[in-house]
């Protein structure tokens, strides 16, 4: 995929439009992993507007028709350019190191990895004021993050900071013309460039590399129909508003939507067309987040949590768990999603980001240009089926193939971005039965949302959707004792991009619903399909024995996997990102040891003597001029030894004492060498075991610094006297 390579030639504040608490007003946007990146839709909002000032200044190729062609339109036509963020070379790797060492690394990586230290390595806090005739206006403080000019990962933090982000693009030569030129008058981004940031260079490099994904090779039995299981990785964030909610699952029929129109660019609507599509042959999953390798599903609502137990997670169902855990205050788990991974279920919630976005035409229209939206965080897996009859494989294999889909709003710039990472072999469809003996509680748990319509009207009782479920599957439409149903109903939407309408709104039996019947006959099927639209994945029941629900007490919380360009670690990044935030670590270590050391000064100096003998105090004029002039810490300590102790008697302590004495307490008590553990203050030895050489050496030779900490420290507590 082509690219845009930025470069930082100053420091640059991407704001995110949210606030660090009281100490940062204004804070740099950054992942889940703590590491920067640009969002898309500024990257897409600078260029458009060099595309118009190149057409204020007479450039041929910058015409409206062509700006418009190139990056849509106000009335909702998209352009051709899609954008990802910009993100650092190599974040993949990082993320997958990050990832590995999150859950199986030490206590001392995993302090480091924190998402607000990693973003602390890359930036730091700007302080600015409003002045009125020079003199500073009351309450005009503010403090914002920046990102550094120079990389922290180059060595000696000499090369400047590069952003990468993937783009494509199709269009003619003159349209190709403009947007090169475009990305050649981009000089400055982000806030505050009148004072000096966000001064950068855009430069497009395109990739003509074609697809390493190669064809798989269909092989089927005998069976009638097939389901096969796809992976899909998001490429960025994907926004899939939906009545006023943000959705954590792509609708089915989005899915249905986005593959018609890859069959649609390579040939015309036909028989084929609506054999795959439309009249219910072929059924399209939703997409759900892969857990453990294993698509997912909604969580159901017999789950609940035990707030006085610690957050525990039991099947309230089950059999096995009695009747205490009413006590514990049980609170049904309304959100998130549920694999089973052999014995174990595991439970995972979708990570959500909040973007703030500027509209310039907002603020040209009169109305406000600040607005926001939730989104799916970007590099999860999501997995989906589709079930199809035998002659219609090669077809779905191809609508499966390599290429760029997208799903949701702003497919443009920023959001929607995402490819197939994996398809598995398709297996015969199974129709699969249980045992339940009559006059036994089964359970029916609904996997996607269900719609029930007749006589052009929903049903959207509860008592109805019963007597509906009783009918189709042969259920005695009773509640078993002890038992109950839990349903809850959700409005879905939609909207139609050829018309620019919204889709009217349907309550629907929410996705996770449970319903509680007394069994009449002695077998059932596995999984079924009631209501209507089945075509769009609605309607997916699983029914479940008495059994089979005291089996599920095993309920364990996870994550949603996520995608890497690389499985494999690249070794001289992780390398390079395990040294640099160890160090940086170190570094915050390194100055609370040294505040912590001048409060320990402080407490010492109350006290005022060492058994019989007063203290005088620190010469701290004196120790920080022996500090700067000292090439090294023997040198100090020489110094140190070389001070006049002409007022010392009996009864006070000598300021060689003293002085040597607060080396001791950052140092160590060897005067020839520096103490790495001392330096990093008690209870960190396990830090000083993962350290590399390297790091090693950059303690040791910033050995001032933490000294001059706590010289700085102590003055200002009034500790000591100059």
């Known amino acids: 995929?082509?690219?845009?390579?930025?470069?930082?030639?100053?420091?640059?504040?991407?704001?995110?439009?949210?606030?660090?608490?009281?100490?940062?007003?204004?804070?740099?946007?950054?992942?889940?992993?703590?590491?920067?990146?640009?969002?898309?839709?500024?990257?897409?909002?600078?260029?458009?507007?060099?595309?118009?000032?190149?057409?204020?200044?007479?450039?041929?190729?910058?015409?409206?028709?062509?700006?418009?062609?190139?990056?849509?339109?106000?009335?909702?036509?998209?352009?051709?350019?899609?954008?990802?963020?910009?993100?650092?070379?190599?974040?993949?790797?990082?993320?997958?190191?990050?990832?590995?060492?999150?859950?199986?690394?030490?206590?001392?990586?995993?302090?480091?990895?924190?998402?607000?230290?990693?973003?602390?390595?890359?930036?730091?806090?700007?302080?600015?004021?409003?002045?009125?005739?020079?003199?500073?206006?009351?309450?005009?403080?503010?403090?914002?993050?920046?990102?550094?000019h120079y990389d922290p990962m180059s060595e000696n933090c000499k090369n400047e900071m590069e952003f990468s982000a993937p783009i494509s693009i199709e269009a003619d030569t003159d349209k190709m013309d403009l947007f090169k030129a475009c990305c050649m008058s981009v000089r400055h981004i982000g806030l505050n460039r009148n004072r000096g940031l966000g001064n950068v260079s855009f430069e497009y490099i395109e990739c003509n590399e074609e697809s390493d994904l190669t064809d798989k090779k269909i092989q089927l039995g005998d069976s009638e129909r097939y389901v096969l299981e796809y992976h899909v990785a998001l490429d960025s964030s994907l926004t899939l508003p939906e009545c006023d909610v943000i959705r954590t699952s792509v609708p089915s029929r989005s899915v249905i939507g986005v593959m018609a129109?890859?069959?649609?660019?390579?040939?015309?609507?036909?028989?084929?067309?609506?054999?795959?599509?439309?009249?219910?042959?072929?059924?399209?999953?939703?997409?759900?987040?892969?857990?453990?390798?294993?698509?997912?599903?909604?969580?159901?609502?017999?789950?609940?949590?035990?707030?006085?137990?610690?957050?525990?997670?039991?099947?309230?169902?089950?059999?096995?768990?009695?009747?205490?855990?009413?006590?514990?205050?049980?609170?049904?788990?309304?959100?998130?999603?549920?694999?089973?991974?052999?014995?174990?279920?595991?439970?995972?919630?979708?990570?959500?980001?909040?973007?703030?976005?500027?509209?310039?035409?907002?603020?040209?229209?009169?109305?406000?240009?600040?607005?926001?939206?939730?989104?799916?965080?970007?590099?999860?897996?999501?997995?989906?089926?589709?079930?199809?009859?035998?002659?219609?494989?090669?077809?779905?294999?191809?609508?499966?193939?390599?290429?760029?889909?997208?799903?949701?709003?702003?497919?443009?710039?920023q959001y929607s971005v995402c490819h197939i990472v994996k398809t598995g072999n398709p297996e015969p469809v199974k129709n699969e039965m249980i045992s339940i003996s009559p006059g036994e509680p089964a359970y029916v748990v609904f996997r996607s949302d269900m719609l029930i319509s007749g006589a052009q009207k929903v049903y959207s009782s509860e008592d109805r959707i019963r007597d509906y479920i009783s009918e189709i599957l042969s259920f005695e439409n009773k509640i078993p004792e002890g038992k109950m149903d839990i349903c809850a109903f959700s409005t879905i939407g939609g909207f139609h991009g050829m018309w620019q309408l919204q889709k009217p709104h349907i309550q629907v039996v929410k996705a996770g619903s449970i319903f509680c019947f007394t069994a009449k006959k002695e077998t059932y099927p596995r999984s079924y399909r009631v209501g209507a639209n089945l075509q769009e994945g609605f309607g997916l029941c699983e029914i479940l024995s008495q059994d089979e629900m005291n089996r599920t007490s095993s309920i364990k919380e996870g994550y949603v996997d996520r995608a890497f360009l690389n499985t494999e670690n690249d070794e001289v990044i992780s390398e390079k990102f395990r040294s640099m935030v160890l160090a940086n670590l170190c570094d915050e270590l390194v100055s609370d040891n040294a505040l912590s050391v001048s409060k320990q000064i402080a407490f010492l100096y109350?006290?005022?003597?060492?058994?019989?003998?007063?203290?005088?105090?620190?010469?701290?004029?004196?120790?920080?001029?022996?500090?700067?002039?000292?090439?090294?810490?023997?040198?100090?300590?020489?110094?140190?030894?070389?001070?006049?102790?002409?007022?010392?008697?009996?009864?006070?302590?000598?300021?060689?004492?003293?002085?040597?004495?607060?080396?001791?307490?950052?140092?160590?008590?060897?005067?020839?060498?520096?103490?790495?553990?001392?330096?990093?203050?008690?209870?960190?030895?396990?830090?000083?075991?993962?350290?590399?050489?390297?790091?090693?050496?950059?303690?040791?030779?910033?050995?001032?610094?933490?000294?001059?900490?706590?010289l700085h420290a102590i003055h200002y507590s009034k500790g000591g006297r100059s």
């Open 261 to 413: 129109g890859r069959y649609l660019k390579k040939s015309a609507k036909d028989d084929l067309f609506d054999r795959l599509f439309l009249n219910g042959e072929t059924i399209w999953s939703e997409l759900t987040p892969v857990i453990n390798g294993q698509k997912s599903y909604p969580v159901p609502m017999m789950i609940v949590k035990l707030k006085n137990v610690g957050g525990k997670l039991i099947n309230r169902f089950s059999g096995q768990n009695g009747d205490d855990w009413k006590s514990a205050k049980p609170k049904t788990v309304e959100s998130g999603y549920i694999s089973f991974c052999g014995n174990d279920e595991i439970i995972a919630d979708v990570p959500v980001r909040t973007e703030y976005h500027n509209s310039l035409r907002g603020q040209k229209e009169g109305t406000t240009g600040l607005y926001m939206q939730s989104s799916i965080d970007k590099g999860l897996i999501y997995g989906g089926t589709v079930e199809f009859p035998r002659e219609l494989a090669e077809e779905v294999f191809k609508l499966l193939g390599p290429g760029k889909i997208s799903f949701g709003r702003s497919r443009s710039a």
């Open 606 to 710: 109350k006290k005022s003597a060492v058994g019989n003998q007063k203290r005088k105090g620190i010469p701290q004029g004196r120790l920080r001029l022996l500090l700067a002039e000292s090439e090294s810490y023997v040198d100090l300590r020489k110094r140190i030894d070389e001070i006049k102790e002409s007022d010392v008697d009996s009864e006070t302590i000598g300021r060689r004492y003293e002085c040597h004495e607060l080396l001791d307490m950052i140092y160590g008590s060897d005067r020839n060498n520096i103490s790495e553990e001392k330096m990093l203050g008690d209870g960190n030895n396990e830090l000083v075991k993962e350290i590399d050489m390297m790091t090693r050496q950059r303690l040791i030779a910033e050995w001032k610094k933490p000294l001059s900490i706590a």
């Open 1 to 148: 995929m082509s690219r845009i390579k930025i470069v930082l030639h100053s420091d640059m504040c991407a704001g995110s439009g949210e606030s660090l608490g009281n100490r940062v007003d204004m804070d740099i946007c950054t992942d889940s992993y703590g590491l920067p990146y640009i969002p898309a839709r500024r990257l897409k909002g600078c260029l458009r507007a060099a595309a118009e000032e190149l057409e204020e200044l007479g450039y041929s190729k910058a015409t409206k028709e062509n700006i418009e062609a190139l990056f849509g339109d106000r009335y909702g036509k998209s352009g051709v350019i899609t954008i990802c963020d910009a993100i650092l070379p190599g974040a993949d790797f990082i993320h997958s190191w990050i990832e590995s060492n999150r859950d199986s690394g030490s206590d001392a990586i995993k302090k480091a990895i924190h998402p607000e230290r990693v973003s602390r390595i890359y930036s730091y806090t700007r302080g600015q004021t409003r002045l009125e005739k020079g003199v500073k206006v009351d309450g005009s403080l503010r403090f914002t993050n920046v990102l550094k």
